[in-house]
């Protein structure tokens, strides 16, 4: 799956001159309706067509604007193999398609920005988690959430053990060997240290210096970061990598066994089925904060849509709850700070529900899309915890 990030975000958030085409599909993935793809696609792009015709957008503006979005129509070997949901967005001078494994309602939209919601909640929901793998042959650490997994390049992480403690001679000293037994069967490997002449005390050290240098680049990386951290390694270097660990969120959780050839998208769907009640909980919290505020109406707690959008461009929201499908049309006037509804999509207006979820999330605020019936306020699509 694509990845959208922060900086691209900011990008396509930016109003422009010209108009941009936000088109949400859901597809069929396998079997022989999965035919219908390109004609669902087809039947969207002409919506396109005819919104922009409706904004009286001349026919050579609109052929020119759409060829990109044409050509992927004929594109046979691109309809072959599709995700649960495909997204396109493209303007005068950008065009690119997601390929989104989530569920996502049929829309065609056109305005002066791309419309962003609906891909919100699969990539900045701050559902987001790492997987740390580590071997003696090799160490590398996993940026995921519960759809995609990447790995990401950690400044100073040794490659190895040997690497880690600079030893040319490191394996004539030390051999790390793996037993089988009885928790091979479950895919573990059991390790067994053998060294020259020497204790337990100066084996675990050889180890544990290796995990203090691993830690060292990984806590660094990491920082402030509050995502949980999952281990992944044979069980003999859990509780040596919880010694030398500074990072705060380290799981308790294991991945076991030795994770050298085990692919990341594999890692990443062990260690969610770990993670996500960790997620719910959290979330469940952050709800119970709201409500908390709410009910002895405190001024951070707000509900009305207009004091949010206000709020949003300025930092001011720390957690925005939305409807992930609902839509608020209308304009923000940020030079006065004004917000206009409309009770329907006029040309040139907004969904301020998607604008105030990505400027949330560019000021650096947690955005969590979710069910109507699983907003913490009912009756209005969206509730918002204020930082000040």
């Known amino acids: 799956m694509d990845i959208l990030t922060l900086d691209e975000l900011r990008d396509l958030a930016t109003p422009q001159e010209g108009w941009c085409v936000s088109i949400y599909m859901p597809a069929?993935?396998?079997?022989?309706?999965?035919?219908?793809?390109?004609?669902?696609?087809?039947?969207?792009?002409?919506?396109?067509?005819?919104?922009?015709?409706r904004l009286d957008v001349e026919d050579a503006e609109i052929e020119n604007?759409?060829?990109?979005?044409?050509?992927?129509?004929?594109?046979?070997?691109?309809?072959?193999?599709?995700?649960?949901?495909?997204?396109?967005?493209?303007?005068g001078d950008y065009f690119r398609y997601f390929q989104l494994p989530e569920q996502l309602q049929e829309l065609v939209m056109v305005n002066h920005r791309f419309y962003l919601k609906p891909m919100l909640p699969l990539h900045y929901s701050n559902e987001?988690?790492?997987?740390?793998?580590?071997?003696?042959?090799?160490?590398?650490?996993?940026?995921?959430?519960?759809?995609?997994?990447?790995?990401?390049?950690?400044?100073?992480?040794?490659?190895n053990m040997q690497d880690a403690l600079g030893y040319d001679n490191l394996q004539e000293n030390l051999q790390w060997h793996t037993g089988t037994g009885q928790a091979a069967q479950y895919g573990e490997r059991r390790a067994m240290f053998h060294g020259h002449g020497e204790g337990k005390d100066t084996q675990k050290d050889y180890i544990l210096n290796y995990m203090r240098a691993v830690n060292r680049a990984v806590a660094g990386y990491l920082k402030d970061n509050e995502a949980p951290l999952v281990l992944a390694c044979v069980e003999y270097l859990q509780p040596i990598y919880k010694e030398a660990n500074t990072y705060k969120h380290l799981s308790d959780e294991l991945i076991p066994g030795s994770p050298e050839d085990v692919r990341d998208r594999a890692l990443r769907d062990q260690a969610w089925k770990m993670i996500k009640p960790v997620f719910q909980t959290t979330k469940k919290t952050k709800m119970e904060r709201y409500k908390m505020l709410a009910g002895r109406k405190d001024p951070l707690a707000v509900k009305d849509i207009a004091d949010i959008v206000k709020a949003a461009p300025f930092g001011r929201i720390e957690i925005l709850f939305v409807d992930k499908n609902a839509k608020q049309w209308g304009n923000f006037d940020?030079?006065?700070?004004?917000v206009r509804f409309d009770?329907?999509?006029r040309a040139g207006s907004d969904d301020l529900l998607d604008f105030a979820a990505v400027q949330t999330l560019l000021t650096g605020g947690t955005v969590i899309p979710v069910d109507p019936q699983e907003l913490p306020e009912q009756g209005t699509p969206a509730a918002a915890i204020l930082r000040y």
């Open 28 to 53: 069929v993935e396998k079997g022989q309706q999965i035919r219908q793809n390109p004609i669902r696609y087809k039947n969207l792009l002409d919506q396109a067509r005819d919104e922009l015709a």
């Open 128 to 159: 987001e988690f790492y997987v740390l793998a580590i071997s003696q042959k090799h160490v590398r650490l996993l940026r995921a959430t519960e759809f995609e997994v990447e790995e990401v390049e950690v400044p100073g992480m040794p490659e």
């Open 343 to 345: 009770d329907q999509h």
């Open 65 to 91: 604007l759409l060829r990109p979005a044409e050509d992927l129509l004929r594109d046979e070997t691109f309809w072959q193999v599709q995700a649960t949901s495909l997204a396109v967005l493209l303007s």
């Open 334 to 338: 940020e030079g006065n700070i004004e």
